[in-house]
């Protein structure tokens, strides 16, 4: 009987052995399984997202049009398109962001400290009306057209920088049609000719209308 029951006790502790072990051994292959496809992805991520197949460039290529297109470029004198080639910046991610207004160099900056984040070619005022220097912001007053019947000229995406009304950022200017007046405009960039306002390319002044929150400094010089 005891020779019976030392059979039966040693048969069992092999048994609990042999499934304690056959786990262990699973839960090992599981462990190294996970491993594997770790390493799998993490190659994977490693990978260029964007390959000659994708975009028609070789790596080396997407690396230099990517920092080319970071610097961004003025396109040619066009009061019809907007200055520079590169986005608009958001200003959500430059609450500090100003505008700087270039006499000398008919420019309007969109600034960020000492950064320029974004270059407008400009007309400001004639030597017979010019434009107000110093400091100032952007007031509440805007709209999307306006005329002046005693200068005979109009235009459209206008905002207030001083005298609530009086001093604007706007478009190159139009009659009382909203038509523009293309020997005006072509002078953008180039010469100072405007009644004091700062006139500048349609896509440039609507995103000023759109996007520049009143209260934004203003600095003229």
């Known amino acids: 009987m005891k020779r019976f029951e030392l059979i039966v006790g040693t048969a069992i502790v092999i048994a ?4 304690i072990l056959s786990i262990y051994t699973h839960h090992q292959q599981v462990i190294q399984q996970e491993k594997v496809e770790l390493q799998k992805s993490a190659k994977k991520k490693s990978l260029p997202k964007s390959t000659s197949k994708d975009s028609g460039l070789a790596g080396d290529e997407i690396q230099a049009a990517t920092t080319k297109s970071k610097k961004g470029e003025m396109n040619p004198v066009n009061w019809k398109k907007s200055s520079e080639k590169k986005a608009y910046p958001d200003l959500d991610k430059y609450p500090k962001a100003f505008l700087k207004v270039s006499i ?3 420019r309007v900056y969109v600034m960020n400290g000492e950064k320029v984040l974004y270059t407008m070619y400009a007309s400001t005022g004639s030597h017979e009306s010019p434009t107000p220097t110093g400091t100032y912001k952007i007031q509440a007053e805007r709209g999307d057209f306006f005329y002046n019947p005693t200068s005979k000229e109009g235009a459209k995406y206008w905002v207030s920088f001083k005298d ?3 001093y604007l950022f706007h478009t ?16 953008l960039g180039k010469e ?3 009644h004091g306002c700062v006139r500048l390319a349609v896509p440039d002044a609507k995103w000023i209308y759109e996007k520049v929150p009143e209260g934004m400094k203003v600095e003229i010089h």
């Open 164 to 166: 609530h009304g009086i």
């Open 192 to 194: 100072a000719q405007s």
């Open 104 to 106: 000398a160099k008919q």
């Open 16 to 19: 609990f052995s042999t499934l």
């Open 172 to 187: 190159v200017p139009t009659d009382k049609n909203g038509k523009f007046l293309e020997d005006e405009a072509e002078q």
